[in-house]
């Protein structure tokens, strides 16, 4: 069964820091481009950040450049997403999923894990 699951969320402060972790069973990661996405309460889901399966990649959005960072570790089938200097602004539900090619458009990704909630709140 394929499946992705995301962790690693919580509350946090503003300026503090987070890593989220998503974990592949029943298919190789390093064979997908993945994606981290979120959805806040009332938006649209948008994407966040990108690591392609081919050369390593990385895209991000332009509100979360320079604070978050994509990275992957293949041996443990793992990718993950570290937040630092966290807004308010990024709170929402954060979803890793796959696709076959490196993009920021949702609807070329399946395979969509259950979602880890990011609260930034003092």
């Known amino acids: 069964q394929v499946q992705l699951v995301e962790s690693g969320g919580g509350l946090v402060q503003p300026g503090g820091s987070l890593r989220l972790s998503c974990a592949a069973s029943g298919f190789t990661l390093d064979d997908y481009a993945i994606g981290w996405f979120r959805q806040a309460p009332g938006k649209e889901r948008e994407g966040v950040s990108c690591?392609?399966?081919?050369?390593?990649?990385?895209y991000y959005a332009d509100s979360v450049k320079g604070r978050f960072t994509i990275s992957r570790d293949n041996a443990k089938n793992t990718v993950y997403l570290q937040m630092n200097s966290l807004k308010p602004e990024d709170t929402a539900v954060y979803y890793c999923?796959?696709?076959?090619?490196?993009?920021?458009?949702?609807?070329?990704?399946?395979?969509w894990g259950q979602g880890t909630q990011v609260t930034v709140s003092s």
């Open positions: 690591i392609s399966s081919s050369d390593g990649s990385t």
């Open positions: 999923a796959a696709a076959r090619i490196a993009t920021m458009d949702a609807d070329f990704f399946g395979s």
